[in-house]
């Protein structure tokens, strides 16, 4: 049986209001130039710290201020739009797998779960000082 967990917290579920679609564009090419190679599951300890919405198909998931992960999603419209997010692990406890979790938007209306088809490591240091440097 899933086990849904860890609700956002108003405050930084607000970060993940929806955008300019071409912010977002590019924001998602960042992100995925700093991903790494696809991994089958990330170590989930029932909260992260933020989460940024990349399009109908993709998120940012911050699980501490130094690791993030690139979570490519089945389609997920509702996502741009969600107030916040829950995860799925239907597997090992404090794990969240590729092609066996969900995310699931909330505030949106229905409560598609949106299937995670794929996790890579993001190089945050990367990240950061690209949207450093961009900000200028």
């Not at 089958?40 to 993030?68: C, E, H, I, K, M």
């Not at 997920?76 to 979790?101: F, K, M, Y």
């Amino acid at each position: 049986m899933r086990t849904l967990v860890a609700l956002v917290a108003a405050a930084v579920a607000l970060a993940g209001c929806a955008s300019d679609p071409a912010k977002t564009a590019r924001q998602l090419e960042l992100y995925r130039s700093n991903a790494g190679a696809p991994v089958n599951n990330f170590v989930y300890t029932s909260s992260f710290t933020q989460w940024t919405p990349l399009g109908p198909d993709a998120l940012a998931l911050w699980t501490s201020p130094g690791r993030a992960y690139l979570l490519d999603l089945s389609h997920c419209p509702d996502l741009e739009w969600a107030h916040g997010i829950q995860l799925t692990h239907s597997g090992i406890i404090n794990e969240v797998s590729a092609r066996l979790d969900d995310v699931i938007p909330l505030g949106a209306g229905r409560t598609m779960p949106c299937r995670i088809q794929a996790i890579r490591p993001l190089d945050t240091k990367a990240i950061r000082e690209a949207e450093r440097v961009a900000s200028k």
